[in-house]
């Protein structure tokens, strides 16, 4: 089954009734895209840049990063590239900025973009080398953590300061390049109208979706049942996320591991959701069950599925 999805993986995922979703991947480093590539990704739906920050003793520069993000976009080929500004804290801290080891929570403290709009200097470079590397390529921003309306103005109000930096010394960059956010706080979903007016488009991340909507620490084992993205809580927080993204007329897509499950692709696909971003592995398999998939279909499983009182009745609903 592997080898025969493996053979349509360069083909777009087309339901049987004829809606495509974008399947991207989830990358770490420039390994990880050659393999997105490789396994017929048509875009990188989460770069997750802590790679470039993490195991060193001092931020990357400028140029440092600058290399690294165009690289990735030439192995892409204008395939889309979604560049998720730092987030560290919470599980990842940063030695040379001592985050996280102090900490009672972390993953209710300092981290993703309250860290970086705590550092301007350190997410200016971030974006100067994002914005410089996006010129003839086809680059997109996705801010993390967001929680707030204020964190996406203030975001957006540093990066229109590094635009015009780079406008007035002359240095090229693409002045349509999209900006989202991720959907990864309880808050965010609450107010997902009012955050839709403000981005271009929004990506879903349940591993910390999960994590806040049951309060349950995402890397402890012993609240791992609970802690699942398939309970209806969570997938009743994607439905509100959706509809308030089309309503606004933005596209929304999910990034977080549930995408990669099987079982979850029906109801992601019923649910309204756009593009999928998952592991460069998974890509094959996922693209196999869309294809065999029609929306009619999955939007009544989806409807089901919000309908359940658990997580197990999720997946039995979804496993015959
Ligand atoms: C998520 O939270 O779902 C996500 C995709 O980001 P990360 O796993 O890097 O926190
Ligand atoms: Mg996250």
């Known amino acids: 089954a ?24 989830n990358v770490g480093s ?31 520069t400028e140029d440092e990063q600058f290399i ?6 030439q192995v892409l080929n204008h395939r889309p590239l979604i560049i998720r500004t730092l987030d560290v804290g919470g599980d990842k801290p940063l030695p040379y900025f001592k985050i996280g080891v102090p900490e009672a929570n972390p993953f209710l403290g300092w981290r993703g973009i309250r860290f970086c709009l705590d550092h301007p200097e350190l997410f200016k470079t971030q974006l100067r080398a994002i914005l410089k590397a996006s ?5 997109k921003i996705m801010l993390p953590m967001i929680a707030s309306v204020m964190e996406v103005r203030a975001a957006k109000t540093i990066l229109n300061d590094v ?74 927080m994607i439905q509100q996320t959706v509809q308030a993204a089309h309503t ?19 109801i992601l696909l019923g649910l309204g959701l756009d593009e999928l971003s998952v592991n460069p592995q998974s890509i094959p398999i996922l693209k196999q069950a869309i294809t065999q998939l029609s929306v009619t279909e999955a939007e009544a499983i989806a409807t089901l599925a919000l309908q359940q009182d658990s997580a197990n009745h999720v997946r039995a609903l979804v496993n015959c």
Not at 68 to 73: L, M, P, S
Not at 135 to 139: C, E, K, M, R, S
């Open 163 to 236: 635009q015009n930096e780079l406008r007035q010394a002359k240095i090229a960059f693409d002045e349509n390049l999209q900006v989202g956010i991720m959907i990864e706080i309880p808050s965010a979903v609450a107010i997902a109208d009012q955050l839709a007016a403000e981005v271009d488009f929004f990506s879903i991340g349940t591993n910390d979706l999960t994590q806040y909507v049951m309060a349950g620490d995402r890397t402890n084992p012993r609240v791992a049942t609970l802690v699942d993205a398939l309970h209806p809580s969570v997938l009743r």
């Open 68 to 73: 690294v993000y165009q690289a990735i976009a």
């Open 248 to 266: 606004a007329g933005i596209w929304v897509g999910l990034c977080g591991e549930l995408a990669a499950d099987p079982l979850a692709a029906p």
């Open 30 to 60: 420039i390994n990880d895209v050659q393999v997105a590539v490789a396994n017929g990704a048509e875009g990188v739906g989460l770069l997750r840049t802590e790679f470039l920050y993490l195991g060193r003793t001092s931020a990357p």
């Open 135 to 139: 010129a003839g390529h086809n680059l």
């Open 2 to 25: 592997l080898k025969e999805a493996k053979a349509k993986a360069y083909q777009p995922a087309i339901t049987r009734d004829g809606r495509q979703i974008n399947i991207f991947a």
